[in-house]
């Protein structure tokens, strides 16, 4: 099994690239043979989408659609379409995705997905006819679990972003609040499991 993670933290070594690795720890765990590739976002030149439309223009047949930024997302684009399973991990800022994943998300929209009929002609549908798997890690500093539901649009972003161009369900997400007073390590175990859980 193929598992990309993608890691939207600016911070390295902090809680959810922490969290991000104890995940990755669950999947060993589970699949030793499993081949994993982590992508730490801040450690990569990625651009912002420019709303050319060339990737949503270009043949709907092709495995990537083309984009004209020339950056490091030409690399990424195959390395995430051939993967069988993912982890996407941010923290929460302003009740949102970090800038850089949102960047991120935008710019594997209509490469790795093409306009679809449903439901409003033109809507992303994958690219891909492979059914894949996904994980999601948050985390926020002040506001505790309890209350996720009301500062929590991170999740559906992802869920939706990767339901639409990666063919990827949603099997389990992590939120992990009040860091501030818990810490990472609070969280860890939790990780672990779905980490385990994303490859069985």
């Known amino acids: 099994m193929r598992v990309v993670a993608v890691m939207g933290s600016y911070r390295k070594g902090k809680t959810i690239d922490s969290l991000t690795d104890e995940a990755i720890r669950g999947v060993r765990d589970a699949d030793p043979s499993a081949e994993i590739e982590k992508i730490v976002l801040v450690d990569r030149d990625i651009r912002y989408c420019t709303n050319c439309m060339a990737c949503m ?6 495995p990537i659609a083309r984009c ?22 941010t923290p929460v800022n302003m009740g949102a995705v970090t800038a850089i994943m949102k ?7 209509y490469t790795l997905a093409r306009p679809g009929r449903w439901p409003i002609r033109g809507c992303p549908e994958p690219r891909v006819g492979d059914r894949k798997r996904l994980i999601v890690l948050l985390s926020a500093g002040l506001i505790p679990p309890l209350l996720r539901r009301f500062c929590d649009d991170a999740t559906s972003l992802i869920k939706m972003t990767c339901k639409d161009s990666l063919n990827a369900r949603l099997v389990g997400s992590l939120y992990a609040g009040a860091v501030h007073e818990r810490g990472a390590d609070y969280y860890a175990a939790a990780a672990r499991r779905l980490g385990r859980k994303l490859v069985q």
Do not use: H, N
């Not at 223009?57 to 092709?62: L, V, Y």
């Open 103 to 109: 960047t991120f998300l935008e710019r594997i929209c």
């Open 68 to 89: 004209t930024i020339d950056d490091d997302m030409q690399a990424l684009y195959p390395l995430i379409r051939d993967a069988d399973a993912y982890i996407f991990a």
């Open 57 to 62: 223009k270009d043949d709907p047949e092709k």
